[in-house]
């Protein structure tokens, strides 16, 4: 029997090494799985690289995280937030590393890295000093950037419904990153906060296929439950 | 009377046709969807919703559903919901009829500089900038004439880094509608109220030309 439900966020979260590449879904604090990022606090893995749209908001999360001094280096679109206290700090001071990828280009680089593809070229920051350091070419007269695929060896999902194979819906705009991060990591984790019986989501519903999904957690809040920052 | 940001997006709302599939940055460019009543007009977001209504009503709000500026929205009726790598398939691939951003600069050449200054120690943020400019069919900008302190933001090179290459369209500001074209530069189209073309050029860092 086929069963990827986990009983504890310890548990969802057992084995991540130090050094780890992790995919962290959310834009901004929807689809953003605080469960599990509170969790990687707790298990202490260290020297991370973080890859995310957003760099943390206020104190909690992965804003925490950083503060901790455990996440080595960053790889977003937008690194400013309502409140990037910390992230702005550790950066002046030099003390994390900044990688700012293009939204789209993340998202295909990570997309890329789910579906085996090494590279793939884009006009999104050609000409620019995004380009810098990479390839260029022309195809058809117009100027193209070469990407290369991003993998994750963690991925960190929230999703709103799972059964035991792994199978997730998402919620409203709630989906964003965490598909395609979903696709491109050794181990995929999903914080949810429903467990469905196997056959009860519907098919055309599920966005992500177990495939992709290592471990489910569920972190059931009752009904609508909805994290603070994101009311 | 220079425009305020609310007649400028509205100025700008005016040009946009009824079927395009639209997407808007953050600050004035979001105050578009504002002034399209009447015209079915497709809001898309970056972050995969594509379809957007008018903000929520007290009590409607639904926290699971926010645009690309992370404030809470609606959906219209006949919305879906796409992940971001599909989002920006939809961007990159040349589906959006129009994008409309703010700018620090554009240049007569049409590039645009938005995403990055030299003037301070924070970190850059380019978020989906850079693929809108090189992804959307049209381009368009809404932003105030000058800076605060009374620079030109029409220029003849722009020196901010660059966000794309020769990609802006058109140029709403709170003085004027101006075309950017690839042989002519900047060409006027209409003026605010009580505006003149030699306050335009005046406050412009490149030449205005008029047809």
Redesign the interface.
């Known amino acids: 029997m086929i069963n990827k439900i986990v009983q504890s966020v310890a548990e969802a979260l057992a084995g991540v090494k130090d050094g780890s590449t992790v995919l962290i879904g959310g ?2 604090s ?1 689809g953003q799985a605080d469960v599990l990022i509170e969790g990687l606090i707790e298990q202490g893995a260290k020297d991370l690289t973080a890859v995310l ?1 957003n ?1 943390g908001v206020g104190r909690v999360g992965v804003a925490r995280l950083m503060e901790l001094g455990r996440v080595r280096r960053i790889v977003c ?4 937030s ?1 409140d990037p206290v910390v ?2 700090t550790l ?2 001071e030099g003390k994390i590393e ?1 990688e ?6 993340l ?2 680089r ?2 890329a890295a789910g579906a085996g593809i090494p590279a793939f070229y ?9 380009e810098q350091g990479k390839e260029a070419r022309e195809f058809d007269g117009k100027r193209y950037v070469m990407e290369r695929a991003l993998k994750g060896d963690v991925a960190l999902i929230e999703a709103w419904e799972a059964d035991r194979w792994g199978n997730l819906t ?11 991060m979903a696709m491109a990591a050794d181990l995929t984790i999903a914080q949810v906060q429903h467990i469905r019986e196997l056959g009860e989501l519907h098919p055309h519903m599920i ?1 992500t296929p177990g495939v992709y999904v290592n471990r489910v957690v569920q972190v059931d809040r009752g009904g609508d439950w ?1 994290k603070p920052e ?2 | 009377m220079p425009f305020t940001r609310d007649q400028m997006a509205a100025r700008l709302a005016a040009d946009v046709p009824e079927g395009w599939c639209v997407n808007l940055g953050i600050g004035i460019p979001t105050l578009v969807a504002n002034h399209v009543q009447g015209r079915e007009v497709i809001f898309q ?5 594509i379809g957007m209504g008018p903000a929520p009503q007290k009590g409607q709000e ?5 645009n690309a500026g ?1 404030q809470l929205i609606t959906l219209a009726r006949g919305a879906s ?5 599909d ?3 939809m ?2 691939g040349g589906h959006i009829d129009l994008c409309v951003l703010g700018a620090f600069e554009v240049a007569e050449n049409g590039d645009l500089a938005n995403w ?1 200054t030299s003037e301070n ?11 809108l ?3 959307a069919k049209r381009l368009w900008v809404v932003m105030e004439h000058t800076t605060k302190d009374g620079r030109p933001k029409l220029v003849e090179r722009c020196g901010y ?5 020769r990609c802006v369209r058109r140029v709403y500001t709170n003085l004027a509608v101006i075309d950017v074209l690839p042989e002519k530069g900047f060409v006027l189209v209409d003026l605010a109220p009580g505006v003149t073309l030699d306050e335009v050029r005046a406050k412009s860092g490149a030449v205005i030309h008029t047809n």
């Open positions: 834009f901004g929807v749209n760099a679109s937008f690194p400013r309502s992230f702005e950066y002046r900044l700012i990828v293009p939204q789209g280009t998202a295909e990570i997309r884009t006009a999104t920051a050609a000409g620019t000093l995004l998402y919620r409203g705009s709630g989906a964003n990153f965490n598909p395609v966005m909805v994101q009311r | 977001s970056e972050n995969g919703v639904d926290p699971w559903l926010i992370k919901f796409v992940g971001h790598a989002s920006f398939a961007i990159r990055a120690d924070t970190a850059p943020a380019v978020g989906g900038a850079m693929d400019a090189a992804g880094p660059l966000t794309g290459l």
